[in-house]
């Protein structure tokens, strides 16, 4: 298995670009989510999916949009690209978080830099 | 989510034991102990978690308290690459939409 993959790796976007950041898992796994982390911030839950189809908001949505049209696909895109969404995004994907305890594994990471 | 208190840093020589302790002072009796590592750049990663037995797995050993409110993470031969932040998280199973609540955990240097 390749596990959680994310792409690209690194991307710099000037203010109001969009994009969209890649995160894909081969695990068959029904829970996915997207963090961001920022110094002495921690992570923070941006978006997450508990299916195929079902998406919603975690602690820090504004600015960014997800969909989930297949179990393996999470993407996450910036509609308008603001310095402030500088960060690392990590996405993450578990068995179903309310099917158990399950652990979370989490891809590795896009640095975004936003000019 | 019960709070976390975690040293901000700890160190360790190679090929010893590596304990790193987290009080929950409040944690509730269906909230779980997990504990996930960040190495430099890297997203984090799953170690071990426990409700309230000892539990071991091939990574590390985690013992918790009787009472629950503190718990200890236990690399039993630290290598190099073991160098990490390590997070101990406490949180409510079946639970979707919830955050992990990473804080700012304990960062393990270990030397040769």
């Known amino acids: 298995n390749a596990g959680v993959t994310q792409t690209p790796k690194f991307q710099v976007l000037k203010t109001g670009q969009s994009m969209t950041l890649q995160c894909a898992q081969d695990m068959n796994h029904e829970y996915m989510s997207w963090y961001r982390q920022d110094p002495g911030m921690g992570l923070r839950l941006i978006h997450y999916?508990?299916?195929?189809?079902?998406?919603d908001q975690g602690e820090v949505p504004n600015g960014y949009n997800v969909s989930r049209s297949t179990t393996e696909d999470f993407p996450l895109r910036l509609l308008s690209a603001a310095p402030s969404q500088t960060s690392v995004y990590f996405c993450a994907s578990s068995y179903s978080e309310t099917g158990g305890t399950y652990e979370q594994y989490f891809g590795p990471g896009t640095r975004l830099t936003v000019t | 989510d019960a709070k976390t208190t975690q040293p901000p840093s700890m160190d360790c020589a190679e090929g010893r034991a590596a304990n790193l302790p987290c009080n929950h002072s409040t944690i509730s009796g269906n909230e779980y102990v997990y504990w996930y590592r960040q190495i430099h750049s890297q997203g984090p990663q799953y170690i071990i978690h426990g409700l309230k037995n000892n539990e071991t797995n091939e990574m590390a050993s985690l013992i918790i308290t009787e009472d629950r409110k503190s718990s200890t993470l236990i690399l039993p031969h630290a290598t190099l690459r073991d160098t990490a932040v390590y997070y101990c998280i406490v949180r409510v199973a079946r639970q979707a939409g919830t955050a992990l609540i990473f804080g700012k955990g304990t960062t393990l240097s270990v030397s040769s």
């Open positions: 999916s508990v299916g195929a189809g079902i998406t």
